[in-house]
């Protein structure tokens, strides 16, 4: 899925012991995907093992800290609080070099003020905390100014992430991360629904196009359903194309030989059409995205002809059809080794004798 830049260890396997759950999706990911990878720690002590993974696939510790291969997610407990894990984590991505991303997560009315404004306020005091716990540690180390914030239900008792009030806060403490000198991170993109359906496109394109007007460097979100519980294959598939809309709106207008003007109307009245046109062969893949076959663009009796399918059918047959064509680029037999030989150590510590089969 080309517009997503980082890959995350976005859910919780229960074939592990929970112990030892942080190291086994961390080594999961590593395995499957090349790209750099947004995670963090359960318990406490589960960092080294999982910054000694880093170091063995990126090719070593100075590498690792030359460029780093992960952020970790750090978050306060609101109110205005920080967990000794937490702490132990950004010490620790300090100590190493590696990005941490504080998430700071005030709910309105129920862990922080019902106001907007008030929110925002309590989200800078805990990332503020939080940076400087962090830069105490290793001053200039790098960091990275995020949140999930919620502009809480009260009727549901529930946390809408596709809440416009939520994302009116996402944007605002990008202001103050920005006004700080940092990268800003944010839960965009996403949707409450339970279903990659209407309300999931509603909310998770909104999102999406606030979070790149707002100018948001880390957007987590694709794929993501019902209050960042569930992860849908089928919404990242379509998530995708959100992004890579999103990515290519950023990017705005550019002249691509468009002045003198005159030769191409010249073309364009002689010919009746720019079809075959050397500038539109020459620009068309710069100019426009063509979207996947999730997203139908036919006309209505073409569409009809190819089964009149929704975009949740259609996106999960591009789901089958990638899962079907998916080949990991090979890690090296010898990293291979090493990770694996770290990761059973780690199932053994925790009393597992061997690692699960399936993602071995």
Known sequence: LPAYAMQSTGVVPSDVPREAADRHRLRVALRACRKPVVTGTFHEGSFEAMRRMLACVRGGEEELRERPLAIFDCCPSPPLAWSALTTSALIECAAAGIPAELVS??????TAPVTLLGAITQHTAENLSGLVIHQLAAPGAPLIYGGS?????????TTPMGAVETMMIDAAYAEVGKHLGLPVHAYMGLSDAKLPDYQAGLESGTGALLAALAGINVVSGPGMLDFESCQSLEKLVVDNEIAGMVLRMVRGIEPREDFPAVPRFEELLAEGHLLISKHTRTHLRAEQILPGPAID????????EEGGSTIGQRARREVDRRIAAHEPVPLSGEVVAALEERMAAEARRVGMPELPARAR
């Open 105 to 110: 997560m005030p709910m309105t009315g129920a």
């Open 149 to 157: 914030p919620s502009a809480f239900d009260m009727r549901q008792g």
């Open 297 to 304: 663009r036919a006309n209505r009796s073409r569409w009809l």
